[in-house]
Nanobody, 119 residues
């Protein structure tokens, strides 16, 4: 069973920055796509950004130019970061790390970390 642990959430004023981390127990030598999703109160969970094991990235339009997803390939386990700059109040949500692992792209989720942006 793959485990994912997020950290780095918190409260920040609009215009500020936060960096989320996701550490997993999955070896990075198995094909995978890692990503960040978020869910605001009363809304559906949505993709924020993801990154393939080859380093190809994909972003939601609402965060392009402000957020950057990256991997730490110095570690043998999948470790993913989300650098969030120029935060807006509408970025307030619970952020979840996701891992689509192996050829079958089995889904694994972290427990979520709260990000609150005050205007």
């Amino acid at each position: 069973q793959v485990q994912l642990v997020e950290s780095g959430g918190g409260s920040v004023q609009a215009g500020g920055s936060l960096r989320l981390s996701c550490r997993t127990s999955a070896t990075r030598f198995v094909t995978n796509v890692a990503g960040w999703y978020r869910q605001a109160p009363g809304k559906e969970r949505e993709l924020v950004a993801d990154i393939t094991d080859a380093g190809n990235t994909n972003y939601a339009d609402s965060v392009k130019g402000r957020f950057t997803i990256s991997r730490d390939n110095a570690k043998n386990t999948v470790t993913v970061y989300l650098q969030m700059n120029s935060l807006k109040s509408e970025d307030t949500a619970v952020y979840y790390c996701n891992l689509k692992y192996g050829r079958g792209r089995r889904d694994y989720w972290g427990q979520g970390t709260q990000v609150t942006v005050s205007s």
